[in-house]
């Protein structure tokens, strides 16, 4: 069956530091895949997608990369801060139907 | 633009009790979803709709019924609460109308802020 993984343990980082989050999945092949990142009490926001036919996609501190032969994503978020705490969700898109798949999330803890 | 608005934010229902949990975009967005999250899980597509009058089944529709007559609204029916239902439930809109995105296919889906419901 597919499978979405994110690691279940929480990171826990120094601030300044890189964060580097990881999505592995198995028995896929998504078109692209997105990050988003979610707050406590709120919904998840948009912040990168990266298509199967890109290595690499960054924006400001964030960066993804996307390796299709090991079936998985890297999150980074270089010079982190506090404010970067938050659970981050990777989820997957099969098909040209908008459909996707979440993984379970990584919470991303930045103490300063 | 308010974005994707729920209602309401926290609910509690008892066994056998039913509710709509409503959902509003205001993006022109044709695709609307629904989704549930239980703690530390991700997010599973309960139903999905790609235009007014288009709903479909996703991964976990059983106990759920919705209805989309306008392209901005698409409520979520819970008939017969059960505790397994005991959840938080997001709704989610993509794909603008018109516009500069209009017709790509890899858009982000805008999330409202969750219904969080409880069935005692």
């Known amino acids: 069956s597919q499978k979405i993984e994110q690691n279940s343990e929480a990171l826990n980082i120094q601030e300044g530091k890189t964060a580097t989050l990881t999505c592995n999945y198995t028995n896929y092949s998504p078109a692209y895949l997105q990050w988003y990142r979610q707050d406590p009490g709120r919904g998840p926001v948009f912040l990168l997608l990266?298509?199967?036919?890109?290595k690499e996609k960054r924006k400001e501190r964030l960066k993804v990369t996307f390796d299709t032969t090991l079936k998985q994503s890297l999150f980074h978020i270089t010079a982190s801060q506090p404010a970067d705490s938050a659970t981050y969700l990777c989820a997957l898109v099969k098909n040209a139907g908008n459909m996707l798949t979440f993984g379970g999330g990584t919470r991303l803890m930045v103490k300063p | 633009n308010a974005g994707v608005t729920q209602t309401p934010k926290f609910r509690i229902l008892k066994i056998g009790q039913s509710m709509t949990l409503q959902c509003t975009q205001d993006m022109n967005h044709n695709y609307m979803y629904w989704y549930r999250q239980d703690p530390g899980m991700g997010l599973k597509l309960i139903y999905y709709s790609v235009g007014a009058g288009i709903t479909d089944k996703g991964e976990v529709p059983n106990g759920y019924n919705v209805s989309r007559s306008t392209t901005e609204d698409f409520p979520l029916r819970l008939e017969l609460a059960a505790p397994s239902q005991t959840s938080v439930y997001f709704c989610a809109s993509s794909y603008p109308t018109r516009g500069q995105f209009s017709g790509r296919l890899d858009q982000p889906q805008h999330f409202g802020d969750g219904t969080r419901l409880s069935i005692l």
């Open positions: 990266i298509r199967e036919n890109e």
